[in-house]
């Protein structure tokens, strides 16, 4: 079975919307696909509290950072979205943030 979400937007114009960072796409695209946070759990096989966590950007949340470029990936594609966009998105969003929120040793 297929799934096709029904967003408020096509999927080219998802990616101009520059403003709004990375988590609020992928909550945007679930709303509107009219999934919950454990619906999209059990797409993925990862744990509600690391797509929350990706969803308000807390990148604490994550032992290393593999796991966010990868987790934002599947949590794109279980919802129609471009996972490879989604990872590149996430790695740029990583890059941005002041490094007060990283463990030590976890990103150079």
């Known amino acids: 079975m297929s799934f096709v979400p029904v967003l408020p937007f096509a999927p080219e114009q998802f990616q101009e919307i520059r403003h709004c960072a990375l988590g609020v796409k992928l909550r945007a ?3 509107a696909a009219n999934l919950s946070i454990e619906a999209v759990s059990e797409r993925t096989r990862i744990r509600a509290v690391y797509l929350s966590a990706l ?3 807390r990148l604490d949340q994550f032992t290393a950072p593999l796991y966010a470029v990868g987790f934002a990936s ?3 594609r279980a ?4 996972a490879e966009w989604a990872a590149q998105a996430m790695r740029q ?5 002041p490094n ?4 030590s040793g976890w990103v150079h």
């Open 29 to 31: 695209a679930r709303l």
């Open 55 to 57: 969803e308000e950007g």
């Open 74 to 76: 599947s949590y794109a």
């Open 79 to 82: 919802i129609g979205l471009d």
């Open 93 to 97: 969003f990583i890059a941005d943030t």
């Open 100 to 103: 007060s929120w990283r463990r």
